[in-house]
T-cell receptor
Framework: KAGVTQTPRYLIKTRGQQVTLSCSPI?????VSWYQQTPGQGLQFLFE???????NKGNFPGRFSGRQFSNSRSEMNVSTLELGDSALYLC???????????FGPGTRLTVT | AQSVTQLDSQVPVFEEAPVELRCNYS??????LFWYVQYPNQGLQLLLK??????LVKGINGFEAEFNKSQTSFHLRKPSVHISDTAEYFC????????????FGSGTQLTVLP
């Protein structure tokens, strides 16, 4: 089976812009979670989607949003980018959300 | 809510020596526990997991971990490390029954020296 894929792998944006990141889960997996990884804050949970519904949300401002499509692919959007949004954004999928998560390679976002 | 403490930020060890990476957690409910490894410029790879049952868990690449409920620990061990084990290791916890919202420790950089 193919693993979790994320596109793009690298992205450079300017403060104030918005960005959309994409995640394709492992075939058959219905749960997709997003995490932000920074040197200062480490790995932090953003949100989780299952069957197109957001089930859990971490402690991030409303500028961070996401959605999931009927084929389980997910996107996350960050509006009005700030320098502090520079991070590695990781997507993970699991079959149901009750079992282990498998991570993609991440999207490295740099905000200048 | 859960929290995870990885007691060592960096662990240098010589090749073929044993290693233990320490992880303690805090939770008011039953938990699932995981160890992930991250190589440079890559995502996280699942090493092993504890969901229930035997407290000694074996994972990939010769790693194992022991769940100790009384000490709220889940230390990762390998009897003989290789240069290729050099990476960052993360301990993570979730509420039992749901692995979809992981809380991670701050990571331990394992460096294997020749």
């Amino acid at each position: 089976k193919a693993g979790v894929t994320q596109t793009p792998r690298y992205l450079i944006k300017t403060r104030g812009q918005q960005v959309t990141l994409s995640c394709s889960p492992i075939s058959g997996h219905r749960s997709v979670s997003w995490y932000q990884q920074t040197p200062g804050q480490g790995l932090q949970f953003l949100f989780e989607y299952f069957s197109e519904t957001q089930r859990n949300k971490g402690n991030f401002p409303g500028r961070f949003s996401g959605r999931q499509f009927s084929n389980s692919r997910s996107e996350m959007n960050v509006s009005t980018l700030e320098l502090g949004d520079s991070a590695l954004y990781l997507c993970a999928s699991s079959a149901t959300g009750a079992d282990e998560q498998y991570f993609g390679p991440g999207t490295r976002l740099t905000v200048t | 809510a859960q929290s995870v403490t990885q007691l060592d930020s960096q662990v240098p060890v010589f090749e073929e020596a044993p290693v233990e990476l320490r992880c303690n957690y805090s939770s008011s409910v039953s938990v699932y526990l995981f160890w992930y490894v991250q190589y440079p410029n890559q995502g996280l790879q699942l090493l092993l997991k504890y969901l229930s049952g035997s407290t000694l868990v074996k994972g990939i690449n010769g790693f194992e971990a022991e769940f100790n409920k009384s000490q709220t620990s889940f230390h990762l061990r390998k009897p003989s490390v290789h240069i290729s084990d050099t990476a960052e290791y993360f301990c993570a916890v979730s509420r039992s029954g749901s692995a979809r919202q992981l809380t991670f420790g701050s990571g331990t950089q394992l460096t294997v020296l020749p």
